[in-house]
């Protein structure tokens, strides 16, 4: 299965700044999705990156919150910006594996101060 | 309606025992994909098993079963000889749309505490 390096894995941010995660791949892959786990809740979909496109985001979230860049097959980021006490979660980067499911980045876990 | 819904949002074992964390799933579609990851405290999700719906026989992966259920929609999982590594957050998933589906639903887990 695919190899996700996500970094970075933690950081404290002032708020009003932007932070950016990268993600690498081990492998080429197709599409890449981000999601965010706030503080003791379950997994929500940001967004879907496909390589040569703009990113399809889900309902609640927008491109000038969290743009995405997908410049390669390997390769993704996803940038906070502007952000807030309430950005402050887990962020996950996941690719699929085909019929048996979705391989996870280590996540990042973002305070806002 | 929910998805994904995981009715336990923290259990307790006794280390070497069995536990069984609950799921169901609501879903219209034929082809479909059940999963459970697992979650400590570092934040990295972990794929433990998975069941497709055409499959007739519950997965397992070592000491991870799935009880898979399928006129009740249900799709639990049976961890046996609990150990003090198995204490996280566990998720149970869903993706519909077959193989290629990209629709991914996540319970809201359930928090596992083994207990030597």
């Known amino acids: 299965s695919a190899v996700i390096s996500q970094k970075p894995s933690r950081d404290i941010c002032q708020r009003g700044t932007s932070l950016t995660i990268q993600c690498q791949v081990d492998s080429q892959v197709t599409m890449m999705f981000w999601y965010r786990q706030q503080p003791g809740q379950s997994l929500t979909l940001i967004a879907t990156a496909n390589q040569g496109s703009e990113a399809t985001y889900e309902s609640g979230f927008v491109i000038d919150k969290f743009p995405i860049s997908r410049p390669n097959l390997t390769f993704s980021t996803l940038t906070v910006s502007n952000m807030s006490p309430e950005d402050s979660s887990i962020y996950l980067c996941s690719v699929g594996q085909g019929a048996r499911g979705y391989t996870f980045g280590s996540g990042t876990r973002l305070t806002v101060v | 309606a929910q998805k994904i819904t995981q009715t336990q949002p923290g259990m307790f074992v006794q280390e070497k025992e069995a536990v069984t964390l609950d799921c169901t799933y609501d879903?219209?579609?034929?082809?479909?994909?059940l999963f459970w990851y697992k979650q400590p405290s570092s934040g990295e999700m972990i794929f433990l098993i998975y069941?497709?719906?055409?499959?007739?026989q519950n997965a397992t992966e070592g000491r991870y079963s799935l009880n898979f259920q399928k006129a009740r929609k249900s799709a639990n999982l049976v961890i046996s000889a609990s150990q003090l590594g198995d204490s996280a957050m566990y998720f149970c998933a869903m993706r519909e749309g077959g193989w290629t589906g990209n629709q991914f639903y996540f319970g809201t887990g359930t928090s596992l505490t083994v207990i030597p």
């Open positions: 069941q497709g719906s055409y499959d007739e």
């Open positions: 879903t219209s579609d034929q082809s479909y994909g």
